[in-house]
């Protein structure tokens, strides 16, 4: 970018003088750019100014009462804050032994008094582009290694993703095409029980196999960053009866007792197709790690605004090093489902993200061998006083 399309104005300059009459006058020289200026008429002045004022180039007389220029410039280099601040500058000394000082000391140019106006723009706008080109360098740098760092994460990301779609989805398939094979080699010699038994595994693992490529789908929309509410007004209640309905049958085949405490709320906005995605994932989750005969418990309350609810079971619970991994995705942690269901490790990471799509919050507490608890908090009405 040519000097003259470049935009100076704003740019922050500390004039460091001990002569009140040379600030004066670089200060008139520099106010024509609209540099924003700020004066200092000593050196231990000036670094208490450049700590709070952050200028962009400092413009440094050498000889000075108590701190000279030299120094003064040392301690600007040797201040993280202002190591990369140029700094110019401007002397009646003029010997050779002088500039060379002044450049071994960190100075980036070297100006002799009596100056030209025309010749400090010059050398100021110069290295304000120099300065500000290096900012954005380093931006720009900055920005392609987190780049490179977020393109390896989604190379690892994908690398997970394919090796468990592959192990998980495989299972399935294979007993998918087991007993088909079985089916088509006997010839009709199976009973009418062996062979309703075979359909229902089948239809059993292809459910399973429906599930995976859902949570699949879902964790890649959500990753995408593509997930899109439809927000209405609804009742929570109905809908958790609804998916408690719904998941009871798992329940019942491992006699485990689902204990309901739902209170009435006002009419909540959420996504009723993605709410209950999360209140299945919840609710068959801790139906899937409690023992058999084992009970789960929820709630539904109104707590500071907000719904709030709660999903429990006395099952094995999960360690403390797991509890915050199980929402990441691609998590499988110490608990394994007590009735060997399976599971994509995918299941709380979108739920997470649907519930933080709500402007609501999850978090878990759990004590290993006593149980885990689930709560979802959504912003909603109050609850009324009476439970159902």
Do not use: W
């Amino acid at each position: 970018m040519a000097p003259s399309q470049f935009n100076f104005e704003g740019f922050k300059i500390l004039i460091v003088d001990d002569t009140p009459a040379n600030i004066e006058v670089l200060q008139k020289t520099l106010e024509v750019e609209g540099y924003n200026i700020s004066v200092a008429l000593s050196g231990d002045k000036a670094l208490k100014i450049a700590s709070r004022f952050a200028p962009d180039l400092v413009l440094l007389d050498i000889m000075m009462e108590g701190m000279d220029g030299y120094e003064t410039c040392r301690h600007l280099k040797n201040n993280p804050e202002t190591a990369d601040t140029p700094v110019i500058f401007i002397s009646a000394r003029n010997d050779v032994e002088d500039v060379v000082e002044g450049f071994s000391q960190g100075g980036v140019d070297y100006i002799v008094k009596p100056f030209k106006s025309q010749e400090v723009l010059a050398r100021v706008r110069t290295h304000l582009q120099l300065y500000a080109l290096k900012r954005q360098r380093e931006v720009l740098i900055a920005e392609l290694e987190q780049r490179n760092k977020d393109l390896v994460s989604l190379n690892e990301l994908k690398n997970r993703f394919l090796g468990i779609a592959a192990h998980d989805i495989r299972n399935p398939l294979s007993s998918i095409n087991g007993f088909l094979e079985l089916l088509t080699l006997s010839g009709g010699s199976f009973s009418k029980k062996e062979y309703e038994e075979m359909l229902e595994l089948i239809n059993k693992s292809v459910n399973d196999l429906l599930v995976m490529v859902d949570d699949l789908l879902d964790i890649s929309v959500i990753e995408s960053g593509n997930l899109k509410l439809d927000l209405k007004p609804g009742d929570m209640k109905s809908l958790i009866r609804e998916r408690i309905q719904i998941n009871s049958g798992h329940a019942r085949g491992k006699d485990i007792t689902i204990h309901e405490d739902l209170h009435d709320l006002a009419l909540t906005v959420f996504d009723r197709r993605r709410m209950a995605q999360v209140l299945d994932n919840l609710i068959s989750n801790a139906i899937k790690y409690s023992p058999l005969g084992g009970d789960v418990f929820i709630t539904l309350s109104g707590e500071g605004g907000q719904a709030l609810i709660g999903v429990r079971d006395e099952g094995q619970g999960i360690r403390p090093e797991d509890q915050q991994e199980i929402f990441t995705g691609f998590q499988k942690v110490g608990a394994r489902p007590t009735g060997g269901e399976k599971s994509t490790g995918l299941g709380l990471a979108i739920v997470k993200s649907i519930v933080e799509s709500h402007q609501g919050s999850i978090r878990v507490t759990s004590e290993v061998e006593k149980g885990s608890t689930f709560e979802v908090m959504l912003p909603a009405g109050e609850a009324s006083a009476n439970p159902a």
